[in-house]
């Protein structure tokens, strides 16, 4: 029997995944408003049923997405970061977070920020975990560029690369914005360089 019970187990663990990962994949393709326990449902290939039984509001899965999310986008960021050739180059880094703040992980995260903007409920869940982001997309990016942040301004310096590429990654998501980032990009490695 308990061998049943731990097929269950992750079989319930795979459907809680794949309507997490659904849920992100909505997000990035039809906005929030679109991301209806319908839809989420129907890109899980799971039934109706089966969402509800998980997660039975959306606020439900919204808030689990939140946590969901966060996961993926960590563990995206240091297959990238250790991906990236040694020795390191400004231009390289720069290209592994422009590629973050570009992919379908940051837009479902965007369109998390721009609901919880005016709910408190998921406010409450995306505030604290986009945080914790934050925090590590700083250090990946301080440990990446090889900066020494007791020197004066450094730090402002790799938060303004990150509000770069973040403001870059925004722009993305009305157009294709891949020549002018290249170029910005390539004019920010020289900067970062000659600091």
Not at 43 to 71: C, I, M, W, Y
Not at 113 to 120: K, L, S
């Amino acid at each position: 029997m308990p061998l049943k019970l731990g097929r269950q187990e992750d079989r319930s663990a795979a459907t809680r995944r794949a309507l997490l990962d659904a849920t992100v994949t909505c997000l990035a393709e039809l906005g929030y408003t679109g991301t209806t326990s319908a839809a989420v449902a129907a890109r899980a290939g799971l039934s109706r049923g089966a969402q509800l039984h998980h997660f039975p509001t959306k606020n439900d899965l919204v808030v689990a997405a939140v946590e969901h999310l966060t996961e993926v986008r960590g563990a995206e960021l240091a297959a990238a970061a250790a991906a990236v050739p040694t020795p390191r180059s400004t231009r390289a880094v720069l290209d592994l977070l422009g590629d973050h703040f570009t992919s379908p992980v940051f837009t479902a995260a965007l369109e998390l920020w721009v609901a919880a903007r005016t709910d408190a409920d998921l406010m409450a869940a995306v505030g604290p975990l986009e945080q914790k982001v934050g925090r590590e997309v700083h250090r990946l990016t301080v440990e990446l560029l090889g900066v020494d942040e007791t020197a004066p301004g450094a730090r402002e310096l790799v938060q303004a690369t990150l509000d770069l590429v973040r403001g870059l990654g925004l722009a993305n998501t009305i157009t294709d914005d891949r020549r002018r980032r290249e170029a910005i990009l390539d004019r920010w490695a020289l900067t970062l360089d000659a600091t």
